[in-house]
């Protein structure tokens, strides 16, 4: 009865007809399930709900539709690592060292004992899984992990009851699938090594052996081969084990409905992250050559149809009412990625990042406004939210929607936007300071100006042809009239570049 009391707020405005119903659904909603639908390397301009006319998702415009559609939604970061790092724990990634884009034999880069957003789940009663890309370490130390029995520690020391995933990347070793933290599939008869460092003796690899390839390299990606990929990374053995990148989607896909059917009876938190679209892609056969712009355009339907499978799955059941799904992604979107997958030739006019400049690795909007909608059926007024609103925050939104206490020191920069995230009349974050792949390039904005810190390093990377941000002066861009950040207003401005670095100093400082 206490935690229906705390809900009262959220219960005003409720149609009510719902309130009427019986007293299980009025359980039901205080604890809504919660989807957390990740993509990997999906731009702000790469779905139709967002303007992309060259591909539809009709399955995520769908959602968006019946939701809200954040327009000035962030990642903490504009790569994978820090980006997740900063999800889950609702701290900034760049606070931490090691907490750049990890390698796939990274240790555990969340220590256990660290309080994650499973865990606000997790005391909050709700069954808690994790499908799909990780990428954020498993194992105690780097290079130490035994492949081939538990790998710990890994999701379940930090909140997840369950999970299975892939432990980095799809371009990066190993490539296999890790349910509960054990290989599966994996013949002890074949055991699986992993190195960082050297090849394994006799074992191909991409930069020796390209006439083994069936996809080349464009940059990186030259080590050990896998199903005719070469990889960042070397493994041998584990053969019975190792994934088909074809039916990656298909797979983590269906994980994660069982994981939906399997807790349809509790409250469950499902952070659902695909591998679409990143590299290498290798959409299955059901969607090659369907979007005509070649395996990026098609793994962004792939991803759709992920998204389509889970809203069904859903109705099916039953939960579509009752359960938020928010969608996302970790990073803004890159062409070529370092494979010779024909991105780049068959883009056509499709803008990735929309309006944005820069993409991933960037520090300017493109690398990390990203996707962002959020949908509960009958209880989140549909529209569109022009918030500054970040990952990072929903560690402390959903532990005050669900009434969890956090411990001292958890979640240090997450903060409370529930009323923006349920699209109930909340302002939105006044500050976010946002991060490069590295901790030193920093950038503030406040909703209407962005401040990048001078820094250090090329500004544009060739090899993925990207605008990084960097520049050895300060960069003020006024994004109300200036979104693709065209005109540097620094110099005309210089009280709110003060103002903006002190606040970024003092965020810095953790004040
Ligand atoms: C880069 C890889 C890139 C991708 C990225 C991580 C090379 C040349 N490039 O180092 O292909 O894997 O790391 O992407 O190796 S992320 O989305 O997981 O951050
Ligand atoms: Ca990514």
């Keep these: 009865m206490k935690r229906i009391t705390n809900f009262l707020p959220f219960f005003a405005t409720i149609p009510l007809g719902f309130m009427a119903q019986s007293t299980s659904a009025q359980k039901l909603i205080s604890k809504p399930n919660v989807i957390y639908l990740y993509a990997d390397d999906i731009g702000y301009g790469d779905l139709s709900c967002n303007g992309a006319k060259t591909v539809k998702t009709p399955n995520v415009d769908l959602l968006a539709k019946q939701g ?10 504009s790569t994978c690592t820090p980006s997740r790092y900063a999800l889950l724990t609702g701290e900034y ?19 256990p004992g660290k309080f994650t957003l499973a865990d606000v789940f997790k005391n909050a009663g709700y069954q808690t899984g994790v499908v799909g890309k990780w990428h954020l370490g498993l194992g105690d130390k780097t290079g130490t992990q035994d492949w081939n029995g538990h790998i710990s520690p890994g999701p379940s020391e930090l ?15 190993p490539c296999v699938y890790v349910e509960n933290e054990h290989v599966v599939n994996l ?44 990889r960042i990374g070397y493994m041998k053995g584990g053969k019975s084990a190792l994934w088909k990148d074809e039916e990656i989607s ?19 938190f499902l952070y659902f992250a695909t591998q679409d679209v990143h590299v290498p892609r290798v959409p299955n056969p059901r969607f090659v050559g369907k979007s005509g712009m ?42 070529d990625d370092g494979y010779k997958d024909q991105a780049a030739e068959l883009l056509g006019k499709h803008k990735p990042a929309g309006d944005l400049r820069g993409g991933k690795y960037s520090s300017f909007e493109g690398g990390t406004r990203v ?41 240090p920069d997450s903060q409370d936007h529930l009323n923006t995230w349920l699209n109930k009349g909340g302002k939105g974050r006044k500050y976010l300071v946002l991060q490069q792949n590295g901790k030193d390039h920093l950038s503030i904005e406040n909703g209407r100006w962005k401040f990048i ?27 109300s009239v200036d979104i693709g950040e065209k005109v540097n207003v620094a110099k005309k401005n210089p009280q709110i570049v003060e103002k903006l670095r002190a606040k970024l100093e003092q965020v810095k400082a953790g004040k």
């Design 187 to 230: 013949d002890p008869k074949d055991p699986i090594s992993v190195s960082y460092k050297k090849n394994f003796e006799g074992e191909p690899t991409g930069k020796l052996n390209p006439e083994m390839l069936k996809m080349h390299p464009s940059h990186g990606h030259d080590q050990s081969i896998v199903n005719g990929i070469s």
């Design 453 to 479: 810190l001078p820094g250090e390093g090329p500004a544009f990377d060739k090899n993925v042809e990207i605008e990084l941000g960097n520049l050895n002066k300060d960069q003020l861009y006024d994004l």
């Design 250 to 268: 298909t797979v983590l896909t269906g994980k994660a409905l069982a994981f939906i059917e399997n807790s349809k009876d509790k409250p469950f």
């Design 93 to 111: 990634a760049w606070r931490r060292e090691g907490t750049g884009i990890a390698a796939g034999d990274a240790g555990s880069i969340i220590r």
């Design 294 to 335: 070649g395996p990026r355009g098609d793994a962004i339907l792939e991803f759709d149809w992920s998204v389509g499978e889970v809203m069904k799955t859903l109705e099916r059941l039953h939960l579509d009412k009752n359960t938020i799904v928010i969608l996302t992604s970790d990073n803004g979107p890159v062409v």
């Design 159 to 173: 909140g997840f009851d369950y999970s299975f995933i892939m432990a980095a990347t799809g371009d990066r070793v």
């Design 68 to 77: 809200v559609l954040f327009t000035n939604m962030h990642s903490a970061a």
């Design 371 to 411: 996707p962002g909608i959020l949908s509960w059926p009958g209880n989140v007024k549909p529209g569109v939210s022009d918030k500054l609103l970040c990952q990072v925050d929903l560690l402390a939104t959903f532990a005050e929607m669900l009434k969890v206490k956090l411990p001292a020191n958890a979640g």
